[in-house]
C-alpha cells in the first residue's frame, strides 16, 4: 500500500471516532434531559408492598382488639370468682366449726376457714381482714360458721359473744366507776391476760371504733369512759385487745340504742363530753341523786351563777394526782395545778375520769332542772343540795356534814 493509500485509511478511521464520540455526546444529551420515568414492573411492585403493608397492619390491630378482649373477660371473670368469694355469692351449702385458740393470729384463722371450705381466697380474706381490724374482733373460742356468711359476717361471727364457751372462761364484774387502771388490774387478777400486756393493748391497739377516733396512743386514757361496766365472761389468758374490745363493743351497742342516740344527737355536748360529764356523776353519786348532781354541773358549766363555770369536783382532782394521790385529799392537794383540778380550771376535765354505768350517761343525757349550784355529803350517807354559798356553807358548819 501506498503511503497515500495509509493516509487515506487513517483519515477514515479518525472521522470515524470523531463521528462515534459526537454520537455519544448526543445520545448522553437525551438521556441528562429527558424526563425520569419508573418503569413499569417497579411501580407495579411498590403497589403490592404497600398493598400488603396495609394487611399487615389491618391484621396487627385485629391481632390486639382480640388480645385486649381476652385480657379483658379473663379477668372480669377472676374478679367475679373474688366477687363471688368476697359475698358468698353462689357457694355450695356448707357449715363447719372452727377453733380460735390463743395462739391464733388472722394468718391462722385464714388458714382454717380455707381448710374448712369457708373461703377460697386466703390472700383476699387477709387483706380485708387487716383493713377490717380482724384481729381485735376474732375471739378465742368455737364458732359456728357457714358458707352463707360474707367476709365481713365471718368475722363477726367469730366474735366473744358468739363463742360456745368452756371450762377455760372466767365470769368477771367490771363496777360502775372503775377507772381504766382498776379494770386492768381486776382482769389480770383474774387470768384474763397479765397486766402489762392489757395495758400496752388499751395504750397502743388499733381499736376500730368511731368513738375512739382522734385519740392519741401511747396512754391508756384514750379508753377511759368507754369501758363499759358489766358482767363479762373472758377467756384464762387470752387475746387482751379482745378483752378490751369486748367492753368497748358493749359501749357501743349501748350508745347505739335510738333512744339515746337521739338524744345525744340532740345534745350540745358532744359524745365525749357527754360520757366525761357521765363520769363525775358516776363518781360523785351515792346512787339515788343522779340527775340533781348533773343539775349542779350544767349549773355551773353553763351559768356564771356562784361558781364562774369552776365545777370544783374533788374527784377530777384526785384522777388528776394519779400515784400522787395519798387516799385523802387534801388543801395542798387542791392547789397542785393538774388539767384535772376543776378548782382551778373552768369547764370540763380534758378527759373521762372513770367508766360510767347507763343510769349515769342518760343522767348526763336528761338532767333535773333545779337552781342548784352545791352539793355536800351528810352522815345520813345522803347528798344534800344548795342554791348558794351561804346555805352551803352552813350546812357543812354544821353537825349534820359527814366531811
Known amino acids: 500500500m501506498s503511503s497515500s493509500e495509509r493516509r487515506y485509511d487513517t483519515a477514515r478511521y479518525d472521522a470515524q471516532r470523531v463521528r462515534d464520540a459526537q454520537r455519544a455526546r448526543e ?14 414492573p417497579r411501580s407495579s411492585s411498590r403497589r403490592r408492598q404497600r398493598r400488603r403493608s396495609g394487611w399487615n397492619y389491618v391484621l396487627r390491630f385485629v391481632l390486639w382488639v382480640a388480645f385486649v378482649a381476652a385480657a379483658s373477660l379473663a379477668l372480669s371473670g377472676v374478679g367475679w370468682l373474688m366477687a363471688n368469694d368476697f359475698c358468698a355469692f353462689n357457694k ?10 390463743k395462739d391464733d393470729d388472722l394468718e391462722t384463722v385464714t388458714e382454717k376457714l380455707k381448710e374448712e371450705g369457708l373461703i377460697e381466697y386466703p390472700w ?14 376474732i375471739g378465742i373460742g368455737t364458732y359456728e360458721l357457714n358458707t352463707e356468711m360474707d367476709y365481713s359476717a365471718l368475722i363477726n361471727g367469730m366474735r366473744n359473744n358468739n363463742a360456745a364457751l368452756n371450762s377455760s372462761t372466767v365470769r ?19 387470768g384474763v391476760s397479765t397486766e402489762s400486756e392489757l395495758t400496752e393493748a388499751a395504750e397502743n391497739y388499733d ?21 363499759f361496766p358489766d358482767t363479762y365472761e373472758f377467756y384464762v389468758n387470752g387475746n387482751p385487745a379482745t378483752a378490751l374490745a369486748k367492753m368497748l363493743d358493749n359501749f ?17 355536748y358532744s359524745l365525749s363530753q357527754l360520757i366525761t360529764i357521765a363520769s363525775l356523776i358516776e363518781k360523785e353519786t351515792d346512787g339515788s341523786d343522779r340527775e340533781n348532781i348533773a343539775s349542779v354541773i350544767y349549773n355551773r358549766l353553763n351559768n356564771v351563777g356562784e361558781t364562774y363555770h369552776l365545777l370544783q369536783i374533788d374527784a377530777s382532782q384526785i384522777y388528776g394526782l ?59 350517807g345522803k347528798h344534800h343540795f344548795f342554791t348558794n ?15
Open 27 to 40: 445520545a448522553g444529551r437525551r438521556l441528562q434531559t429527558a424526563p425520569s420515568e419508573p418503569s413499569r
Open 124 to 137: 383476699l380474706f387477709k387483706l380485708f381482714g387487716k383493713v377490717a381490724h380482724a384481729e381485735s374482733k
Open 172 to 190: 368477771v364484774v367490771i363496777p360502775e366507776g372503775y377507772t381504766v387502771k382498776q379494770i386492768i388490774a381486776l382482769l389480770a387478777k383474774y
Open 207 to 227: 381499736f376500730e371504733y368511731s368513738f375512739l377516733k382522734g385519740s392519741s396512743k401511747g396512754d391508756i386514757v384514750r379508753l377511759e369512759g368507754y369501758l
Open 92 to 101: 355450695a351449702p356448707l357449715t363447719a366449726t372452727v377453733e380460735v385458740t
Open 389 to 403: 354559798y351561804d346555805k352551803f356553807l352552813e350546812f357543812v358548819s354544821g353537825s349534820q356534814y359527814a366531811g
Open 252 to 268: 357501743g351497742n349501748k350508745i347505739d340504742d335510738a333512744e339515746l342516740a337521739e338524744k345525744i344527737e340532740a345534745s350540745p
Open 322 to 380: 394519779g400515784s400522787r394521790y395519798s387516799g385523802k385529799l387534801t388543801r395542798e392537794d387542791l392547789n397542785i395545778d393538774t388539767p384535772y383540778n376543776t378548782h382551778i380550771h373552768e369547764g370540763l376535765p380534758p378527759t373521762p375520769i372513770a367508766n360510767p354505768g347507763l343510769a349515769s350517761i342518760r343522767a348526763a343525757l336528761e338532767p333535773a332542772e333545779t337552781g342548784y349550784y352545791y352539793y355536800a355529803l351528810g352522815k345520813d
